[in-house]
């Protein structure tokens, strides 16, 4: 994913300092990067959320919106369900490579890779909960995520940003009556309640895995890559881990080589080990993103002031 092209000589310097235990901008081979995270962004959407992974400017940044609509039910789909449509997209901006359809394949690999950790029971939503009538109406959530930013890791701000705006997602409250025609025939008819004030959280949302991205460099791995090390990377794993600690998904990334199995069980085992101490890391900066964007609710949710919050 990395677009930075490097000397040999620096290629060179970061595999080196790698195989010995120590990189470039001074962390250990497990260590990541410090994490932003604010919620409430997008006022006209039902979740939001921004989160970036390094230093302003020298970080990667992604801006995700939960909208949420109902649709009614089409013969050939599940009679009691909801759905989750995930959309992913690199702005020009973010690096000169994504100009005009040069973003085009990572934007596919991330929107699958979104929809492959959200579409599930290993996703750890209910989507028997986006169940309005059976086989009639149900919500939709259209997940739209946008890569502001992006120096190295693209894929665990993305679940960081993903996780936080639906965990911050509300929902209109439905009423649901049952009223009878002139014949006799009971028919069931809802109605969403529009008022602000009348909200309900998602359910199942805290049961959102995180992702711990693995990149192998020389004979070692590192987790949460630079930009510079991902231009010498050789291969890539994501491994989506639920708060139970169930691995739900598993991506490789399309570089120059897979992981050998001697070392496979041994990423996932860290992996684990990783997803723990982020999911109580990612506790701590939500509960601070909400309780900032209690303290800051008169302000406009903008860019601008995004970064000034930053």
């Known amino acids: 994913m990395a677009s930075l092209t490097l000397s040999p000589a620096e290629q060179d310097y ?47 940044d992604v801006l995700v919106g939960v909208k949420a609509e109902v649709s009614s039910w089409t013969p050939g789909e599940a009679d009691d369900t909801g759905s989750i449509v995930c959309n992913v997209e690199c702005s020009p901006s973010a690096a000169q490579e994504f100009e005009g359809r040069g973003a085009e394949e990572i934007n596919v690999e991330l929107t699958q890779l979104l929809d492959r950790i959200l579409n599930g029971p290993q996703s750890g939503l209910d989507l028997k909960k986006l169940c309005i009538i059976p086989k009639q109406a149900y919500w939709v959530l259209h997940i739209d995520a946008l890569v502001l930013d992006i120096k190295g890791n693209i894929i665990d701000t993305l679940v960081w940003a993903t996780r936080a705006a639906l965990m911050s997602t509300s929902l209109p409250r439905v009423v649901v009556e049952t009223i009878g025609d002139e014949m006799g025939n009971m028919q069931a008819e809802f109605d969403v309640v529009d008022d602000p004030e009348d909200l309900t959280p998602l359910e199942g949302a805290e049961n959102l895995p995180i992702s711990v991205t693995f990149s192998q460099i020389g004979k070692r791995y590192v987790v949460d890559a630079s930009e510079q090390e991902e231009a010498v990377t050789q291969a890539r794993l994501t491994v989506a881990v639920s708060p139970a600690m169930e691995i739900c998904a598993i991506q490789k990334g399309g570089m120059l080589r897979g992981f050998p199995p001697s070392l496979l069980a041994e990423i996932l085992e860290t992996a684990q080990r990783i997803a723990r101490e982020e999911l109580t890391r990612f506790k701590t900066h939500y509960a601070k993103a909400k309780s900032h964007l209690s303290g800051q609710a008169d302000e406009l949710s903008t860019g601008s002031t995004f970064l000034v919050q930053f």
Do not use: W, Y
């Open 14 to 60: 970061i595999i080196r300092g790698i195989e010995s235990g120590f990189r470039a901008d001074g962390r250990g081979s497990l260590d990541r990067r410090e994490v932003s995270l604010r919620t409430g962004m997008i006022s006209q959407a039902n979740g939001s959320a921004r989160c970036r992974i390094g230093n302003l400017g020298v970080g990667t």
